[in-house]
């Protein structure tokens, strides 16, 4: 079973891009810019992020034989391919002309969906020790659904939400606007919508640990001077 999850979660949950990108095709409003912008910059920031959070500060690992940097080589067209099915769906909502209520349902919608579907992703990944979070109810050695639920939502369904203001940003850019634009300078601002909630997240990590270790260092001296 262990073998079948991953192969379902991790190799042909990518390939649905392809399937994904047939129906982008099909929808008359998506020019070919947009569609690549749409495929690109989610896969782009979730690389980001889990270079982030898994390579960098060790905020979780993945226990995966195929990985750079701890990061492994598909993560970012796995989320790219979640958040496209979500867009998909949604893409009604999507099509230009933009406005400020469907953007916002737009991004609610896309939030709430991928904090349930996530986490589910989740909870498989985790239950088969594909993934490790580090976190509390993880030491305590509690349920995968306990671990999964401590953070699965809310990481999710920000980004989710991040995501669908993401896609909106570069379909007014891309599609609505009359303006030249440079294509790299959009999928940057729109990688940066996507991965700036998690970096003032990260920065808030860094700050704690910092706090924690400079207490720590505190009370060891402290411990020092009485016992000389």
């Known amino acids: 079973m262990r073998s079948i999850v991953e192969i ?10 392809l399937i994904e990108y047939q129906f982008w095709q099909s929808i008359a409003w998506a020019t070919p810019v947009f569609i690549f912008y749409v495929i690109a910059v989610p896969a782009l920031a979730a690389y ?5 959070g ?13 990985t750079v940097g701890k990061v492994p080589i598909q993560i970012g067209l796995v989320y790219s391919s979640v958040i496209n099915f979500f867009l998909l769906i949604f893409a009604e909502l999507l099509s230009p002309p933009s406005s400020i209520s469907l953007t916002v349902l737009t991004t609610i919608l896309i939030a709430v969906s991928g904090a349930i ?3 589910l992703y989740d909870i498989a990944l985790v239950h088969y020790r594909f993934l490790e979070v580090y976190i509390r109810p993880f030491y305590k ?4 659904i306990k671990i999964v639920a ?23 850019l891309l599609i609505e606007t009359n ?13 940066l919508i996507i991965y700036a909630p998690f970096l003032f997240y990260f920065l808030f990590i860094i700050e704690h640990k910092r706090h924690k270790a400079e207490n720590r260092n505190k009370m060891e001296s402290a411990a020092e001077i009485t016992a000389s």
């Open 117 to 119: 579907l996530g986490s």
């Open 48 to 52: 980001i992020i889990v270079a982030t």
């Open 141 to 144: 050695r509690e349920k995968t």
């Open 8 to 17: 379902a979660a991790l190799w042909i949950l990518p390939l649905a891009l």
């Open 150 to 172: 401590a953070y699965g939502p809310w990481f999710f369904g920000l980004m989710g939400f991040a995501a669908g203001l993401s896609v909106k940003f570069g379909e007014y």
């Open 54 to 66: 898994a390579g960098w500060l060790k905020l979780w690992k993945f226990n995966l034989k195929y």
């Open 179 to 191: 303006q030249f634009i440079s294509l790299g300078m959009v999928i940057a601002v729109g990688t």
